[in-house]
C-alpha cells in the first residue's frame, strides 16, 4: 500500500472515531475507579430514553421479601414497601448512603429470629431502631464487594465474590470463611478473564490499573494531537508541535496501545465466546494467582431445605456445599447462566428453583436432575451460549397477588418475571421511579460497552467494528512512521493532505 493510502485512511478513521475513541479512554478510567467515584450520580432525564425506568426495567425489580402484610421490592436503586396487591409504594431508603451504587440491592431476607438485612456490592445493613438501615461491620479485605445474603436456623451467611461470611445471633461478629476446592480443582480460569483483567490493568493489581490508566491518557493526547493536525490551524508553532507530539508519542506507545484495544475489542462478541468457553492456567505473579480458588468467582447462595445443604452459584456453575467443612461439590445438571452472572434464584411452591439470568429463566428440579424453559417448556440447553438471550432476566417476585383478567375480581398469586428490557406490566411502576438517578460508574459502562450510543447491538456489532477501527488506525500510523523513517517525509504543504 502506497504511502498516500496510509495517510488517508490513518487521517480518515482518526478524525471519525476521535469523539467515540475519547469517550472510551475517559470511562474506563472511571470503570478502574468504583470505589472513588461509587457516590456520583447522573440524572436518567439527561441520558437516551432507553435509560428511563419504565415497566420495572432496568433490573429496578430484582426481587421482593413478604412481611406479614407488607412486600419489600428491591432492586437496582433502591428499597420501597408496598403490599401483596401493590396498591402504593413507598420509600424505605432511610439510612442507606446516598449514590444509586449505594443502593444496588443484591437481595433481603428475614432471618429465624425476625431480624431483616439487606446487602448492597458495599455493605451490610440491618433494619431496626427508627424504622433506619443500620450498617454492619464485616472483616472485609480491601476493595471486597459484596453479592448476597442468605440465613437458616441461627446461621447467616453473606457472600463476597471471594469468601463466606458467617454469623450467628446477635450477627455482631463475622468469621471469614474460604470454601474449599472442588473435585479434581485446577487453578485455571477463562481466557476471557484474563483478558479482562489485562485491558483493566487489574491483573497487576493497583499499579497495572494506574499504568492502563496513563495509557488512556495517552490515547487521549493521540487524538487531540491528531485532529488539531488535520486541522491545520494557521499557527505553524502549534501545527508543528502538534505533529511532533502525536509522532513521538504514537512511535514510542505503539505496543502499549495496541494492546489494550486489542484486549477491549476480544471483550464482546463474537471474541468473547471463545475466551469464555477456553481456560487456562492461572499467570504467576498476577492477581488471578491465588489460594483461593474461588477468587472472585462466587455470585449468589441459598439453603436447600429438600437437599439440607447450601445452593451456590459461581462463575463455574451451581455447587452443593456443605457449611461445617466448607466443602464445594458441582452440580452436573444445572441449568445454563449468562456469563454477566445469575439474577434470580428462587425455589417455587413445589420445592424447582428458579433460576433467572440473561440468557433467559429455567425450572430446575434438583432432585430429578431436569431443567425446563420457563417459557417455552423446552429442555434447557447444556451451555448458555451468547451473554444475551431471548429473555433477559433481571428479576422475579413470587409475592404479590394480581387479577386474572380486567373483567374479573379474580385474583391469582403467580410468579412476576421482570425483564430487563422489557420490565412487566402485571404490577404498576411509579411514574416517580421513572428518572430514579443511574451512578456515574454504570453510565461509564455503559459509555465503555457502546450501548450508550446504539442499544443492546452494541454488543454484537459496534465494539467488533469500532476495535477494527481502532486497531487499523493506529498500524496505518505506524506504517507513516516507518515511511517517514526511510526518509519520507509527513509534513506536507497545506494542499498535499
Not at 270 to 276: H, Q
Not at 340 to 349: F, T
Not at 450 to 478: D, E, H, P, Q
Request: aromatic letters at 12%; charged letters at 20%; hydrophobic letters at 40%.
Amino acid at each position: 500500500m502506497n504511502k498516500r493510502t496510509w495517510r488517508k485512511q490513518h487521517k480518515w478513521i482518526g478524525i471519525g472515531m476521535t469523539f467515540f475513541l475519547l469517550m472510551f479512554c475517559v470511562s474506563g478510567i472511571l470503570l478502574n475507579h468504583r470505589s472513588l467515584i461509587k457516590d456520583v450520580d447522573v440524572s436518567r432525564k439527561y441520558l437516551p430514553s432507553n435509560y428511563k425506568y419504565e415497566k420495572w426495567s432496568g433490573g429496578l425489580l430484582r426481587g421482593t421479601l413478604a412481611l406479614d402484610n407488607k412486600v419489600l421490592l428491591y432492586g437496582n436503586s433502591g428499597i420501597w414497601q408496598t403490599d401483596s396487591t401493590a396498591s402504593f409504594f413507598a420509600d424505605l431508603n432511610k439510612g442507606l448512603p446516598e449514590g444509586a451504587d449505594n443502593r444496588q440491592i443484591r437481595n433481603i431476607i428475614k432471618t429465624d429470629n425476625g431480624e431483616i438485612m439487606t446487602v448492597s456490592p458495599f455493605a451490610l445493613y440491618n433494619y431496626g431502631e427508627h424504622e433506619t438501615w443500620h450498617k454492619m461491620e464485616l472483616p472485609l479485605e480491601d476493595d471486597e464487594k459484596l453479592t448476597d445474603i442468605a440465613s437458616h436456623g441461627d446461621t447467616l451467611v453473606v457472600l463476597s465474590r471471594s469468601y463466606a461470611y458467617i454469623s450467628v445471633p446477635p450477627y455482631k461478629n463475622f468469621r471469614r470463611v474460604q470454601l474449599g476446592a472442588p473435585k479434581n480443582y485446577k487453578q485455571r480460569v477463562t481466557l476471557f478473564r484474563t483478558i479482562w483483567l489485562l485491558h483493566s490493568g487489574e491483573l497487576f493489581g493497583s499499579v497495572g490499573k494506574v499504568a492502563v490508566d496513563f495509557i488512556a491518557v495517552i490515547l487521549v493526547l493521540l487524538c487531540i494531537t491528531g485532529v488539531v493536525f488535520a486541522l491545520r490551524p494557521k499557527q505553524k508553532a502549534l501545527l508543528r508541535l502538534s505533529l511532533k507530539l502525536h509522532d513521538k508519542i504514537g512511535r514510542y506507545t505503539i505496543a502499549v496501545t495496541l494492546l489494550i484495544v486489542l484486549t477491549g475489542w476480544c471483550l464482546r462478541p463474537p471474541v468473547m465466546i471463545a475466551l469464555v468457553l477456553n481456560k487456562i492456567p492461572a499467570i504467576p505473579g498476577t492477581t488471578l494467582r491465588s489460594n483461593n480458588p474461588w477468587n472472585d468467582k462466587l455470585r449468589m447462595i441459598r439453603y436447600d431445605k429438600d437437599e439440607h445443604d447450601w445452593l451456590v452459584s459461581t462463575s463455574e456453575g451451581f455447587y452443593s456445599l456443605k457449611l461445617n467443612n466448607g466443602a464445594m461439590k458441582k452440580i452436573e445438571s444445572a441449568p445454563p447462566v449468562s456469563v454477566m452472572g445469575l439474577n434470580v434464584l428462587q425455589k417455587d411452591a413445589n420445592g424447582k428453583w428458579y433460576c433467572g439470568s440473561f440468557s433467559g429463566l429455567f425450572v430446575w428440579d434438583r432432585q430429578k436432575g431436569t431443567a425446563i424453559d420457563y417459557f417455552t417448556h423446552k429442555p434447557a440447553p447444556k451451555k448458555a451460549g451468547a451473554p444475551f438471550g431471548k429473555k433477559a432476566i433481571a428479576g422475579m417476585s413470587q409475592d404479590f397477588v394480581h387479577q386474572s383478567s380486567e373483567a374479573s375480581m379474580t385474583y391469582n398469586r403467580s410468579a412476576i418475571i421482570a425483564d430487563y428490557y422489557d420490565g412487566t406490566t402485571i404490577i404498576a411502576q411509579p411514574s416517580s421511579m421513572n428518572y430514579l438517578p443511574m451512578s456515574l460508574w454504570n453510565v461509564a459502562l455503559e459509555i465503555h460497552s457502546g450501548r450508550f450510543f446504539i442499544g443492546n447491538i452494541a454488543t454484537y456489532i459496534f465494539i467488533f467494528v469500532m476495535g477494527i477501527l481502532a486497531i487499523w488506525c493506529l498500524w496505518s500510523g505506524y506504517n507513516i512512521r516507518l515511511a517517514k523513517k526511510k526518509g519520507k517525509a509527513i509534513f506536507k504543504p497545506r494542499n498535499r493532505i
